[in-house]
């Protein structure tokens, strides 16, 4: 399969499929996004950390664009340093510094589907036409 031009990943969703369930996430418009998004699908077998996200490695770094972002919400996907993958099910502030990747539009369900231990997440893109 072809990899996504960069033009159809800044106009697409990610496809987070989790234990059956599927939520749509609005990408953010980042270098870091596309890249991520050039390489779907992927799965990642994402571990538990602090009672609010999952996370992962990624075998390649991605260009990271940190900031403060202040708080953090239920949905969001964010890059921590070059390379870990995390998935918030919860909302708090936070101090950290992350690059965003992506927001899933309804995260009702999620923390549901993201369990209390390690999870698959398949990524995979939907380009909208």
Not at 46 to 55: C, D, R, T, W
């Amino acid at each position: 399969m072809p990899a996504a031009s960069p033009a159809a990943i800044v106009a697409s969703t990610l496809i987070l499929t989790i234990n059956g369930q599927s939520f749509e996430a609005a990408t953010a418009d980042t270098p870091a996004t596309r890249e991520l998004a050039a390489r779907a699908p992927f799965e990642l077998n994402m571990q538990e950390l602090n009672g609010n996200e999952k996370y992962a490695s990624l075998d390649r770094a991605l260009p990271a664009a940190a900031q403060s972002v202040g708080r953090i919400e239920a949905g969001d996907v964010m890059l921590w340093g070059r390379d870990c993958l995390v998935l918030f099910y919860a909302s708090f502030n936070t101090p950290y510094r992350y690059t965003r990747i992506a927001k899933i539009t309804d995260p009702r369900g999620l923390a549901r589907a993201a369990g209390s231990g390690s999870v698959t997440v398949r990524f995979s893109l939907n380009t909208k036409n």
